[in-house]
């Protein structure tokens, strides 16, 4: 049973328990640090997992890091920091490209 949904109230554990089928949890505990949000994966992002894992021989801590989006791993301090790195590179791209536009124009006028 693969719980493609929030499962909150572990609905498919019940459903597994009530067909006699063993349930187990993805092992996030254990090979990630999991800093923040829902310990929850994507239909797709666990199907990505599945197939590193056949590949990889069931290298789980690899397979896990590739799949999980890394803000979730990442500590609140460093996710701020990575926002406002972001943020002054986006305003200096933007700054660089007033000043080629502004030199453009100067440029195309002196040719007139």
Known sequence: VICASLDNNRESFIAARDQKIDAYRLPFQKYCN?????????????MRLFRDLVQTGGNW???????????????????QEEK????????????????EIVQS????????
């Not at 999991?34 to 666990?46: A, K, R, T």
């Not at 801590?61 to 996710?79: A, C, F, R, V, Y």
């Not at 124009?105 to 007139?112: A, G, L, N, V």
Request: charged share 30%.
């Open 34 to 46: 999991w800093q923040h949000g829902p310990m929850v994966l994507p239909l797709p992002n666990m």
């Open 61 to 79: 801590k690899s397979g896990l890091h590739k799949t999980i989006k890394k803000h979730h791993l990442m500590p609140e301090d460093e996710q």
């Open 84 to 99: 406002v790195a972001r943020v002054y590179t986006r305003v200096k791209m933007a700054k660089n490209e007033r000043e």
């Open 105 to 112: 124009i100067i440029d195309s006028c002196r040719h007139e």
